[in-house]
């Protein structure tokens, strides 16, 4: 039968091990962010829907809010832009604030096609998934962040010059 005293120096020696473990980097299960090509996980396209606005801490004074959030992966600020997903089948769902991370506040680089509706493309995107909802009614959602805007994606639709009726002659 295994003594007190030897678990003590099992359960030390476990700890001694786990930290010299510690100063390597280690896998961060809590942060971590799987990266995605904005194409492949929007693949209906996406829209801004809003202006992009500083990530605040919360204050409980409405007059006067906290100070701007910084990312603790990254050490940038975090901005909230409010974007609709098209591929989204559930109408409760398809509009979310996407998290973009920039010490500058980031301007969009194409232009509106109607107002307050641009589609939008952006770099670096990461997703991080997470439990939302309540009760019973629980489900898997995904942060969505990117590190800024993408430059606007070339247009896919026929030329003024090309395109038409063909002559059947």
């Given at each position: ?22 100063d ?5 299960r ?7 090509a ?10 801004q829907?809003?202006?992009v606005?500083?990530d605040?801490?919360y ?8 100070p ?22 559930n109408?409760r ?9 920039s010490?500058?506040e ?11 509706y641009?589609p ?33 994606p ?11 009726v063909?002559?059947?002659?």
């Amino acid at each position: 039968m295994v003594g007190i005293d030897e678990k003590i120096a099992d359960t030390r020696r476990l700890a001694a091990m786990t930290n010299l473990n510690n100063d390597r980097e280690q896998f961060d299960r809590k942060n971590y962010r799987i990266p995605v090509a904005f194409d492949d996980y929007f693949r209906a396209g996406l829209y801004q829907i809003g202006p992009v606005v500083p990530d605040t801490e919360y204050s409980g004074d409405p007059n006067r809010p906290g100070p701007q959030k910084r990312d603790p992966v990254t050490g940038l600020l975090v901005w909230k832009l409010p974007v609709m997903d098209r591929a989204e089948s559930n109408t409760r769902r398809a509009s979310y604030d996407v998290l973009l991370l920039s010490d500058t506040e980031p301007v969009p680089t194409t232009q509106e096609i109607a107002p307050g509706y641009r589609p939008i493309a952006l770099e670096d995107v990461t997703i991080q998934p997470r439990i939302a909802g309540q009760g019973e009614y629980k489900f898997i959602q995904n942060t969505v962040r990117a590190n800024g805007f993408a430059a606007p994606p070339a247009t896919g639709g026929r030329s003024a010059s090309s395109g038409g009726v063909k002559n059947a002659g």
